[in-house]
């Protein structure tokens, strides 16, 4: 498969994009307000790239350093990453449904892993929702935890060790 769209850093003027493609992709309960997803953008700008088709966002991956075990909070607005931090993680990947299965998220979970390899982090962790798990298994993440992110919505906390991404 040839890449698709191009790659580059999100940007405040990006927000309605991500909004746009954030509901297309994810169920309400699991939707985050634009403060809280330029919050995690603005603490953390090298985390958060969008994956572009033709002028359009087609998907986008926002990641933080981050702590401990436990899931970076949904929504958010006052998230700072910790300046110990131990590991990358990824709080989102969408791709809108008109974009899926063409490369956008093997495109943009690349970049993160990128991005863990040049900052040394220790893992990748990630919580992963809406049956995604199998995806995510793929790319080298174990799961941890089960647990409900959102009123109604299952999720598994997921690990990618070191070695998955040296």
């Not at 002028?55 to 110990?84: F, H, M, N, R, S």
């Amino acid at each position: 498969m040839s890449p698709v769209g191009q790659l580059r850093a999100l940007e405040p003027s990006d927000m309605q994009e991500v909004v746009r493609v954030q509901t297309a992709a994810f169920a309400p309960s699991l939707t985050e307000p634009p403060e809280a997803l330029l919050c995690k953008i603005n603490g953390f700008p090298r985390g958060a790239w969008g994956c572009f088709c033709e002028e359009e966002l087609a998907g986008y991956i926002i990641c933080v350093p981050w702590k401990g075990e436990k899931a970076l909070p949904l929504g958010d607005t006052k998230v700072i990453p910790p300046e110990q931090a131990d590991h990358l993680y990824i709080h989102d990947l969408a791709v809108h449904p008109d974009h899926r299965g063409k490369g956008v998220a093997t495109r943009l979970v690349t970049q993160a892993i990128e991005l863990a390899r040049k900052t040394r982090s220790s893992r990748i962790a990630l919580t992963s929702v809406q049956g995604s798990q199998k995806f995510w298994a793929g790319w080298g993440f174990r799961s941890r935890q089960k647990f409900e992110y959102a009123p109604g919505a299952p999720a598994v906390y997921m690990v990618r060790e070191r070695g998955s991404h040296s």
